[in-house]
Structures are given as structure tokens and as C-alpha cells.
């Protein structure tokens, strides 16, 4: 009998395309109705399950009968509850690495966009405001030789360092749950308690993944500590920080400026964000490339075919419990 797959988010066409010659495919279609509702009623006798950016939990995985592989099109996880997943002996797979470099470029669009002001001054020169030699309110702030300071240096983490170091001959600070002496003579990486860190940071990114001991980690404290001048970049997840003390901070000048990919409500509407000048926001496109996503969805794609014909998936989350950013 054919085994039943439900594509529960956007996945690359021609992926779909595999997916529909091998199994029968549902696809989930928000269009057509309550996307949990559509989960619950497809689940109970569906065999996988590929996509992203949904919760999956107890609410609507309880009727699963037979369900073996849910393969996420992301590195991140915290959308799944999986001790809910190995409670029902179901895998968890996630697309690690082939993002890396691209959610790092991502951070340092953001750090360099936020630096020097180009969203507010690009509107600025468009609205025809542009009459006179610019002065200290178009002012940025320098970047190459400066202190860039990483919380979290996983993957994604390090391959910023990489670029702070050898591009832009930045002094790299780093807080992790583990030093990584490994770096420290390729890249002079130089780890920091969390609070030295931000005490020295001239640009601080966030590049944890959110979990019990990461949530609300940046506080109102956090920012206190930080230099008028520092600049702050998430990449990680929303939940990480404490979005209305970045807010207040933002807005009192305690920091110079935010470059954000990431917020505690995703998609970001309504706002207090949107009324400032001193924060770029983007939304959640570190990984939003053609060639990543397409990557991504094949990996995807793999470890999901992997779990169906009875091969163990290449990069599974619950049955290793390591996090592979
Ligand atoms: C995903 C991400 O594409 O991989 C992750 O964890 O955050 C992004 O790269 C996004 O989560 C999909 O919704």
C-alpha cells in the first residue's frame, strides 16, 4: 500500500514533484481551511511528514496511528515538542549545515545595514531629502577593526566569526555553553562570560538556538550593559530576547541601532518596532536564498525517504539529542 506524506508548508517544487511520483502527497493549503484542523485529520493515517514553520504537538499529532518521520526543512526545532515525538516514537530530522553560510551573510547584512543606517537613509534619499552635505544624523558606525562579540558559536556562529575575522579584521568575543579553543588561534576567538561580552561588544549577534536556558536570555539587564554605540543583530529566534526591553532600549538610545531577522510573534504585524529608525527588521529570511531552500528541501527530502523505506535519516534530532547548527 502506498505510504502517505503530508507537506505541511511551502517545499521546493520539484521536490513535491518526487514526493507525488513515490507516495500519496496531502498537502496542507491554509486557503482552504484551519491549517491545525487539516494536520489532525490527515495525521491519522499519514506515514510522514516534510515542511516548516509550524508547531507540532500533542494538539495536533494525537490521533497519529503510524506516523514514523516528521523531516523539518530547517535547522532550528523548537517548533516541535519532542519529547512528545519520542514519546510516540516518531523521528525528528532537521537541514543542518547547508545554511550556514548564508544565514551567516544574512547576520552580517544585518550588522553592516544597521551600522550605517541604510534602510533609514536609503528611504531618507528617496523622499527627496537629500538638499544638503550630510551632517552627524546620517552618521554610522565603523565597523572594520572593531569588536564583534557572538552569542553562540555553533555552525552558523562561527562561520560569522569567520567573516568579523578575516573580513573585516574585527576582534571576535564569544559566549557559548562550551569554550571552543579550537578557535581561538585561526580566528583569535577569545570567549567572555555573557556579561563581559556585552560590556565589550561594539556589535553583538545572537546565534543560539532557543531552548529552556536560551529564552528571554537578552533582557532589559542585557541591554543596560551594552555601549550606546553597540550594535545588536538576532538571528537566532524571537524568544530569545525580550522584545519590548529591546524596544524601550531602542527607543531610549541605550544601544545605537538592532538589525532583526527574528521576533517573539512571527509573522510581525502592529508592531512598536516598525515606528523606529535605529532598527532594520527583515523577515526570517536567513536562510531564504533559491539555491539554500532548494538545498535544504533535499535534504530534507532524503532524510524523509530514509525513514520511510527503513534507513536510518542522516541528521536526526531526537535520536542523537545533539543540536547541529
Ligand atoms: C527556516 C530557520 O527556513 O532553519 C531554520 O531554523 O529558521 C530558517 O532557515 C525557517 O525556520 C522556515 O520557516
Do not use: C
Not at 523531516?71 to 523521528?91: E, F, H, T
Not at 538556538?209 to 543596560?224: H, P, T, V
Not at 528541501?297 to 547548527?325: G, H, I, W
Amino acid at each position: 500500500m502506498q505510504k502517505k506524506v503530508i507537506v505541511f508548508s511551502q517545499i521546493d517544487a520539484e521536490v513535491l514533484q518526487k514526493l507525488q511520483a513515490q507516495y500519496q502527497v496531502v498537502v496542507i493549503n491554509p486557503k482552504i481551511g484551519d491549517v491545525n484542523e487539516q494536520i489532525q485529520r490527515e495525521v491519522v493515517d499519514a506515514d510522514g511528514m516534510i515542511g516548516a514553520g509550524r508547531l507540532l504537538n500533542e494538539k495536533n499529532l494525537a490521533t497519529v496511528q503510524k506516523l514514523k518521520i516528521i523531516s523539518s526543512v530547517s535547522v532550528g526545532y523548537d517548533n516541535y515538542d519532542v519529547a512528545y515525538l519520542n514519546q510516540k516514537n516518531i523521528w525528528l530530522a532537521n537541514t543542518p549545515h547547508v545554511l550556514t553560510e548564508t544565514t551567516a551573510d544574512l547576520a552580517f547584512t544585518l550588522l553592516m545595514s544597521a551600522a550605517r543606517k541604510v534602510p533609514s537613509l536609503d528611504q531618507w534619499t528617496k523622499q527627496g531629502e537629500w538638499k544638503r552635505t550630510v551632517g552627524t544624523a546620517e552618521f554610522g558606525q565603523d565597523i572594520f577593526g572593531k569588536t564583534l562579540g557572538i552569542i553562540g558559536l555553533g555552525h552558523i556562529g562561527e562561520a560569522i566569526a569567520r567573516r568579523g575575522f578575516h573580513g573585516f579584521n574585527m576582534n571576535i568575543l564569544y559566549h557559548n555553553r562550551r569554550e571552543k579553543l579550537e578557535l581561538a588561534q585561526p580566528l583569535n576567538a577569545q570567549y567572555r562570560s555573557l556579561k563581559d561580552l556585552l560590556q565589550q561588544s561594539d556589535f553583538v549577534i545572537v546565534a543560539v538556538d532557543l531552548n529552556a536556558a536560551s529564552k528571554a536570555l537578552i533582557n532589559a539587564e542585557a541591554f543596560n550593559l551594552m555601549q550606546k554605540h553597540a550594535v545588536f543583530v538576532n538571528i537566532s529566534r524571537g524568544s530569545v530576547v525580550d522584545e519590548q526591553a529591546l524596544i524601550e532600549a531602542l527607543q531610549q538610545r541605550k544601544i545605537f541601532a538592532a538589525g532583526l531577522d527574528v521576533y517573539q510573534r512571527e509573522p510581525l504585524q502592529d508592531s512598536a518596532l516598525f515606528s523606529l529608525d535605529n532598527v532594520v527588521t527583515l523577515p526570517h529570511v536567513g536562510s531564504a536564498t533559491a539555491e539554500t531552500r532548494q538545498k535544504m528541501s533535499n535534504l530534507a527530502y532524503q532524510n524523509l525517504v530514509d525513514a520511510l523505506e527503513d534507513r536510518v535519516p542522516r541528521y536526526l534530532v531526537n535520536e542523537k539529542f545533539s543540536v547541529v547548527y
